[in-house]
T-cell receptor, first 115, second 110 residues
Framework: DVKVTQSSRYLVKRTGEKVFLECVQD?????MFWYRQDPGLGLRLIYF???????EKGDIPEGYSVSREKKERFSLILESASTNQTSMYLC??????????????FGPGTRLTVT | DAKTTQPPSMDCAEGRAANLPCNHS???????VYWYRQIHSQGPQYIIH???NNETNEMASLIITEDRKSSTLILPHATLRDTAVYYC???????????FGAGTRLTVKP
């Protein structure tokens, strides 16, 4: 019943390190998303991708990059981690299609701590 | 997507109806209103969506005003398990983007 998986549940990194967060979905979805969640701020969209090698900026892309080399995999990259990137990161996927919002599936999340 | 405004928090007594408001005064004609909820740090769960007619499913009812500038999500008999953050989103049907705001934290009290 696995749908969206994320490489780590918990991650601790040092300031300045390069960090990779991996997300894999097994539903052949076209769209994939990366969000971060912080108390009181809800879910904020970092980047999304609607096709292999395609990416679009969300609301808070600064300090992040993404990679989508294969349809099932969407990676979030922190080039030089900073303490203000300590957060819960959630990956999601949806099929391409009109309004199929009810088919959005989320991964379990990665709680990243940057020290 | 049109901007939505929700109260940051609400309380509701267990067994009573929970009415969660959402303002979307700049909504355009092709934008639907979607509601999701998020329990703890799990991913958001879809609840319901509508365009201009009221909608009901097994989870909730959605009431959209005639001018479509606001809506209300109704949980008819709230339980403790309905304690969650509820997100209201105005989004065009063919928009593959999905953005959430801060939502409303609903606390159902015994």
């Amino acid at each position: 019943d696995v749908k969206v998986t994320q490489s780590s549940r918990y991650l601790v990194k040092r300031t300045g390190e390069k960090v990779f967060l991996e997300c894999v979905q097994d539903m052949d979805h076209e769209n994939m998303f990366w969000y971060r969640q912080d108390p009181g701020l809800g879910l904020r969209l970092i980047y999304f991708s609607y096709d292999v090698k395609m990416k679009e900026k969300g609301d808070i892309p600064e300090g992040y990059s993404v990679s989508r080399e294969k349809k099932e995999r969407f990676s979030l990259i922190l080039e030089s981690a900073s303490t203000n990137q300590t957060s819960m990161y959630l990956c999601a996927s949806t099929p391409l299609g009109y309004g199929r919002a009810w088919e959005q599936y989320f991964g379990p999340g990665t709680r990243l701590t940057v020290t | 997507d049109a901007k939505t405004t929700q109260p940051p928090s609400m309380d509701c007594a267990e067994g009573r109806a929970a009415n969660l408001p959402c303002n979307h005064s700049t909504i355009s004609g092709n934008e639907y209103v979607y509601w999701y909820r998020q329990i703890h740090s799990q991913g958001p769960q879809y609840i319901i969506h509508g365009l201009k007619n009221n909608e009901t499913n097994e989870m909730a009812s959605l009431i959209i005003t005639e001018d479509r500038k606001s809506s209300t999500l109704i949980l008819p008999h709230a339980t403790l398990r309905d304690t969650a953050v509820y997100y209201c989103i105005a989004r065009a049907y063919n928009n593959n983007d999905m953005r959430f705001g801060a939502g409303t934290r609903l606390t159902v009290k015994p």
